[in-house]
């Protein structure tokens, strides 16, 4: 009868479990249909309602997907789509630091034409909100200033060395920063060595990082190849 059918209905977890195997198969299309059924059935189950977990799920399916040409189109809707739902009364979608991160991630692997604009937008709107609204949580964390860099150094766009730089500077100097590290310092020289005048930035970078062992940069194998 019906309440047999009920009690085969895959719970909140369930579906979060069978969501993230989607994701790690990067297959956001497989996983977004889940999303929409399991919020079909939470309006009449509220227990399974999807929450910011879920959707951080799909968010790194898109940023794990190498075949999805829109991925970074679709990763930015549903960041704003939890935001929409956030604002409309619902705190259980609100995006988080990591949210954000795999939407900058998914721009700077689509190696799409303005891919580094909206991955540096992205950036500096965590920034924004993590100052301007008071919501410290939201502070880029390292992932986020590398992948912005790695955007731009894989644009070919004629100042991407100098936009690199720029958000290597500001993960440097942004209060309550993470601060460079190892794999943003590498990533910085590779976008510097790609620049007309790269050669000679990437060196004095890597003078810096020998220089300061202090600040817990190391240059690895990386750095300098």
């Known amino acids: ?28 299309a ?22 910011t977990i879920t959707y951080n799920t799909l ?19 549903l960041l704003q789509t939890m935001q929409d739902l956030s604002d409309g009364g619902n705190p259980d979608v609100r995006p988080d630091a990591v949210s954000f991160a795999s939407v900058i991630t998914t721009w700077a692997r689509s190696n799409q034409e303005g891919a ?12 924004a909100l993590s100052t301007d ?3 410290p949580e939201l502070a880029p964390n390292s992932v986020c200033y ?11 766009a004629a100042d991407s060395a ?9 993960m440097a100097t942004e209060a309550g920063g993470p601060g460079p590290d190892t794999v943003s310092c590498t990533s910085l020289i590779d976008a510097l060595a790609k620049g007309g005048d790269g050669p000679e930035h990437a ?3 890597v003078r810096g990082m020998l220089s300061e062992p202090a600040g817990g940069i190391r240059p690895n194998t990386a750095t300098f190849t």
Not at 59 to 77: G, H, I
Not at 146 to 156: E, F, H, L, Q, V
Request: aromatic residues 4%; proline residues 5%; neutral net charge.
């Open 59 to 77: 968010l790194n399916a898109y940023a794990n997907s190498t075949n999805s040409a829109d991925a970074p189109q679709n990763a930015e809707r």
């Open 30 to 51: 497989s996983a977004e249909k889940l999303l929409r059924r399991m919020s079909d059935q939470s309006l009449a189950d509220p227990a399974c309602r999807p929450d």
């Open 116 to 127: 580094a604009q909206r991955a540096e937008a992205i950036l500096r709107r965590m920034i």
């Open 162 to 170: 100098q936009k690199a730089m720029e958000i290597f500077q500001l």
């Open 133 to 135: 609204e008071d919501r």
């Open 1 to 28: 009868g019906g309440g047999a059918a009920a009690l085969t209905l895959p719970d909140h977890r369930t579906y979060n479990m069978v969501i993230d195997a989607h994701s790690k198969l990067g297959d956001p």
């Open 203 to 205: 060196e004095r970078v």
């Open 146 to 156: 590398t992948s912005a860099i790695d955007a731009w150094s894989k644009s070919g």
